[in-house]
């Protein structure tokens, strides 16, 4: 019983220390531990780490840091095309003539065109939604960019349209939806094959599966019979 006590004491007087809060030495290391531990999966200590790590670098590399990131911040655009973050007006690749502009994949984000982009086997344009319907967390179709994809439909040059959202309920609820809009259409509709396991974000596919289940996407309406 003994070892018992000994080991939740520690235990407590651990997560004690953890929740007192932390105290500084000065206000501006202060300050900016808080301003990093705001970032994902970043607590205080982790912040605090990074802090001091930045304070032994040297000044000008410190200083480009904050430039790049300020920089980025004031500047940084959305392609008009497809929404895809962008230097310019027009991103690179609605920009580039090598690209098949008739063929129009659909991502949820940025993070999803860079991992298809990785794979070297797509070579279309995008439209990136900005996210996926989801009524939980009160997401719906009109705060995405769906009137506009259903816009390119409806102006014509499309041949086809690939849904490449991540296979999760709410993933399959925007494809859906979509398919619904535009089913009208003179259009071809295709999924990336279910090499994606099911309930898996797009983001953390290895690159070798994400390259195959674009190379063998299916008709849309065959998805629809296999769930």
């Not at 009524?135 to 086809?160: A, R, W």
């Amino acid at each position: 019983m003994l070892w018992k006590a000994s080991l939740f004491l520690k235990h407590f007087f651990y997560l004690a220390s953890n929740l007192r809060p932390m105290e500084y030495s000065s206000k501006l290391l202060e300050n900016a531990v808080n301003a990093l531990s705001q970032l994902p999966g970043i607590g205080k200590r982790t912040a605090l780490r990074l802090v001091l790590h930045l304070l032994n670098q040297p000044e000008d590399q410190t200083l480009q840091l904050s430039q790049s990131l300020q920089k980025m911040r004031e500047e940084i655009n959305f392609c008009k095309n497809c929404h895809n973050i962008s230097d310019t007006e027009l991103c690179e690749i609605c920009a580039n003539p090598n690209r098949d502009s008739q063929l129009v994949c659909v991502v949820e984000d940025i993070r999803d065109v860079i991992a298809i982009e990785n794979t070297s086997q797509y070579k279309g344009h995008y439209h990136v939604l900005g996210g996926k319907i989801s009524p939980m967390d009160g997401v719906g179709p009109g705060d995405l960019k769906i009137p506009t994809l259903v816009q390119k439909v409806k102006n014509g040059g499309l041949n086809e349209l690939i849904f490449a959202l991540s296979s999760t309920m709410e993933g399959d609820t925007t494809n859906f939806y979509i398919f619904k809009q535009i089913e009208d259409y003179d259009i071809l509709t295709t999924t990336i094959a279910r090499g994606i396991s099911v309930g898996d974000e797009l983001e953390y596919a290895d690159e070798v599966t994400l390259g195959r289940s674009i190379l063998n996407r299916i008709p849309f309406e065959s998805s629809l019979k296999s769930t």
